[in-house]
């Protein structure tokens, strides 16, 4: 059986969310950050950078959230959560997961986690990091909501759900606390992100994560 190695509310939430969607029985693996369970070297022998999340299924340990992803959807091709392999559309899907992975995530975390940009004990340079690194999201969030203003569908992929859905609320989520400027205030990001949460599997990932509303 697939198991997942998750903690609530982190990048292990996109492919809890697809394994929902997929409907395949899977089982939850707790890795408790409070108590550094991810630094633990029973973690560390799955995932070396000591992050979340881990997928195992049998022999295969695999991490990093976008090669999870696009494992979950070459193996179960019938779940229709990417495009067509070869198609512009599938272009265009690896395109948007790997900017939401690249960009996006990688700016993020350069907001939440600003003081490893900058010498110890430098908190002055911390707060610029984090002040540049929101400023930047911000300008990533418009392309967002540009891009869904461009082709007016229901979806990031336009009127295919796809695997970059649960991706981008994931992150979007990740803003809800900005000072200014979170994603759901934005004009098209934010119908767009309460279509996403309405989905059955993404309302069941929330409530077993147990995540404190708002949830966006």
Request: proline content about 7%; hydrophobic content about 45%; some cysteine.
């Amino acid at each position: 059986m697939i198991q997942l190695h998750y903690y609530p509310g982190t990048a292990a939430m996109t492919p809890h969310i697809l394994l929902e969607e997929i409907g395949v029985p899977f089982e939850l693996v707790l890795v408790d950050r409070m108590v550094d369970a991810h630094k633990a070297p029973s973690y560390l022998k799955l995932n070396p950078n000591g992050l979340i999340p881990v997928l195992t299924d049998g022999d295969l340990v695999l991490y990093e959230t976008a090669a999870i992803c696009l494992y979950l959807c070459d193996k179960y091709p019938g779940a229709a959560l990417a495009p067509a392999t070869g198609t512009f559309a599938k272009a265009h899907f690896y395109k948007w997961l790997v900017w939401l992975t690249n960009t996006l995530q990688s700016t993020l975390i350069i907001y939440f986690y600003p003081e490893r940009w900058v010498n110890q004990g430098n908190t002055a340079g911390a707060a610029e990091v984090k002040a540049q690194a929101q400023r930047k999201v911000g300008d990533l969030l418009d392309q967002l909501d540009f891009e869904l203003a461009r082709h007016g569908g229901p979806w990031l992929m336009g009127d295919f759900y796809s695997a970059v859905d649960p991706f981008a609320i994931m992150l979007c989520r990740w803003t809800r606390g900005f000072s200014s400027a979170a994603a759901r205030t934005r004009p098209h990001l934010g119908p767009y992100l309460q279509a996403v949460l309405a989905r059955p599997a993404v309302q069941r990932v929330f409530a077993t994560e147990q995540l404190a509303q708002p949830w966006v």
